[in-house]
T-cell receptor, first 112, second 112 residues
Framework: DQQVKQNSPSLSVQEGRISILNCDYT??????FLWYKKYPAEGPTFLIS?????DKNEDGRFTVFLNKSAKHLSLHIVPSQPGDSAVYFC???????????FGKGTRLHILP | EAQVTQNPRYLITVTGKKLTVTCSQN?????MSWYRQDPGLGLRQIYY???????DKGDVPEGYKVSRKEKRNFPLILESPSPNQTSLYFC???????????FGQGTRLTVV
């Protein structure tokens, strides 16, 4: 049973435009959400997080939106840059057991 | 420099030959985890530890062992590796609840 779902395996966006990556979750106990970026041959690196008490968190070009009623979060990257081409993982954790559960990832291609 | 260090980075071994992948962090983090990354499956948690001598199973613990005798180290042990354990492995640490996890560079394991 997949608790964190990233339904788009890949996404292509023109350089300079907005990239929107989506994530859905099923466990209502999740209260902390994170986005990670991963380049080939490297470990995932943390991008941005959001607590369930918020619906938006912004850090430079990256904004994460959380819709608790829909159990949906999204990562917006504006403007998209060539270095943003990578695999993006959505992740979530619950107070109960403190595990971090990851989605399968979305590969983002930024087109010149 | 704050980091999570895994060794080795690459390993080819034969079925049944016991091996250990080491993980060390220098951030005094309480939480440590092991993940494996497989194509189409994303990052799946193998084991995690919330403190010294406290470990718990993740989503795919079969065939793996861990130990947490010291805060900084969290080795992953494969007592009798099999080809289905061929994967890319990541160790991660985090300081506590509502904090991000820091990942190591990964260990690519091939079991023939």
């Amino acid at each position: 049973d997949q608790q964190v779902k990233q339904n788009s395996p890949s996404l292509s966006v023109q350089e300079g435009r907005i990239s929107i990556l989506n994530c859905d979750y099923t466990n209502s106990m999740f209260d902390y959400f994170l986005w990670y970026k991963k380049y080939p041959a490297e470990g995932p690196t943390f991008l941005i997080s959001i607590s369930s008490i918020k619906d938006k968190n912004e850090d430079g070009r990256f904004t994460v939106f959380l819709n608790k009623s829909a159990k949906h979060l999204s990562l917006h990257i504006v403007p998209s840059q060539p270095g943003d081409s990578a695999v993006y993982f959505c992740a979530a954790s619950a107070r109960r057991d403190d595990k971090i559960i990851f989605g399968k990832g979305t590969r983002l291609h930024i087109l010149p | 420099e704050a980091q999570v260090t895994q060794n080795p980075r690459y390993l080819i071994t034969v079925t049944g030959k016991k091996l250990t992948v080491t993980c060390s962090q220098n951030m005094n983090h309480e939480y440590m985890s092991w993940y494996r990354q497989d194509p189409g499956l994303g990052l799946r948690q193998i084991y995690y530890s919330m403190n010294v001598e406290v470990t718990d199973k993740g989503d795919v613990p079969e065939g793996y062992k861990v130990s947490r005798k010291e805060k900084r180290n969290f080795p992953l042990i494969l007592e009798s590796p099999s080809p289905n354990q061929t994967s890319l492995y990541f160790c991660a640490s985090r300081g506590g609840r509502y904090t991000e996890a820091f990942f190591g560079q990964g260990t690519r394991l091939t079991v023939v």
